[in-house]
């Protein structure tokens, strides 16, 4: 959960929220942070979590699952369980949130391993920055960085291009086809901004959780993130956040 407003569970609120779906969001992880950098972070109790999860789905049926900041292995082990428990066919995207994009961590080594060991097998799609790419990838050519995440057994992996440079954004989508995809949209102003990289993946989510193939929901979500740039909000001394509050034409 981000205090500032910019980024985490908030932006998916909105972002789902602006796109016709419904959220149910559990929170994982508080943070202090600002729109410059995280400055410290504390887990939720995974049980608590456990509880939660379990109530929602007595009562709403689930269409897609996303995740972001998990805060430790312990809920990555409770989601798991969850996940489990639900078919095989519910879309899951993980945006294997590491850092921030000022640079503060936000996840350790026990909880890297535990999203590539029990999350990522069973996500329809990963969605990691570059940065995030090269470590979970182990490489720092992407081409690689994805084939060895397909390799260990990803279902397909989205590499954002957000926090690049150039005067496009290119999003490359990496799964078991001969070729990658890629979509390209014009990059808005020279900076980076606080929680695009939430606001996509979370439009993705939504996208499949109407029934959208992966490709369709891929193309949407990322025309929506580039019309919330263009309306970026200055809220704080730091980066820019996306006015998720548009009117989105569905």
Request: hydrophobic letters at 40%; one cysteine or more; charged letters at 20%.
């Given at each position: 959960?981000?205090?500032s407003?910019?980024?985490?569970i908030?932006?998916d609120?909105?972002?789902?929220?602006?796109?016709?779906?419904h959220p149910?969001p559990?929170?994982?992880?508080?943070?202090?942070q600002?729109?410059?950098?995280v400055?410290?972070?504390?887990?939720?109790?995974?049980?608590?979590?456990?509880q939660?999860l379990q109530?929602?789905d007595?009562?709403?049926?689930?269409?897609?699952?996303?995740t972001g900041?998990l805060?430790?292995?312990?809920?990555?082990a409770?989601?798991k369980d969850?996940?489990?428990?639900?078919?095989?066919e519910?879309?899951?995207?993980v945006?294997?949130?590491i850092k921030a994009a000022?640079?503060?961590?936000l996840?350790?080594d026990e909880?890297?391993?535990a999203m590539k060991?029990?999350?990522?097998?069973?996500a329809?799609?990963?969605?990691?920055?570059?940065?995030?790419?090269?470590q979970?990838?182990g490489s720092?050519?992407?081409?690689?960085?994805?084939l060895n995440?397909?390799q260990a057994?990803?279902?397909?992996?989205?590499?954002t291009?957000?926090?690049?440079?150039?005067i496009?954004?290119?999003?490359t989508?990496?799964?078991?086809s001969?070729?990658p995809?890629?979509?390209?949209?014009?990059r808005v102003?020279s900076n980076?901004?606080?929680?695009?990289?939430?606001t996509l993946?979370?439009?993705?989510?939504?996208g499949?959780?109407?029934g959208?193939?992966?490709?369709?929901s891929?193309?949407?979500?990322q025309n929506?993130v580039?019309?919330?740039?263009?309306?970026?909000?200055?809220?704080?001394?730091g980066?820019?956040i996306?006015?998720?509050?548009?009117l989105?034409?569905?």
């Amino acid at each position: 959960m981000d205090p500032s407003g910019g980024a985490g569970i908030q932006a998916d609120i909105q972002a789902i929220t602006s796109l016709g779906g419904h959220p149910l969001p559990v929170v994982t992880c508080l943070t202090v942070q600002d729109t410059h950098n995280v400055y410290g972070a504390e887990a939720v109790d995974a049980q608590l979590i456990r509880q939660q999860l379990q109530c929602l789905d007595k009562d709403i049926t689930i269409h897609a699952v996303k995740t972001g900041a998990l805060g430790n292995a312990a809920i990555v082990a409770v989601l798991k369980d969850f996940l489990d428990s639900q078919d095989d066919e519910l879309p899951l995207i993980v945006d294997p949130v590491i850092k921030a994009a000022g640079g503060g961590d936000l996840a350790d080594d026990e909880l890297v391993q535990a999203m590539k060991d029990k999350l990522f097998p069973r996500a329809e799609m990963i969605t990691p920055n570059g940065e995030e790419l090269t470590q979970l990838g182990g490489s720092d050519d992407a081409d690689q960085a994805a084939l060895n995440l397909l390799q260990a057994g990803c279902r397909s992996v989205l590499a954002t291009g957000g926090h690049g440079t150039g005067i496009h954004i290119t999003n490359t989508l990496y799964n078991h086809s001969p070729e990658p995809m890629h979509w390209e949209v014009e990059r808005v102003g020279s900076n980076e901004y606080h929680g695009t990289g939430c606001t996509l993946a979370a439009a993705i989510a939504t996208g499949m959780a109407s029934g959208l193939s992966a490709r369709a929901s891929i193309s949407q979500a990322q025309n929506y993130v580039h019309r919330t740039l263009l309306h970026a909000l200055s809220v704080g001394q730091g980066q820019r956040i996306p006015d998720r509050g548009i009117l989105w034409e569905r």
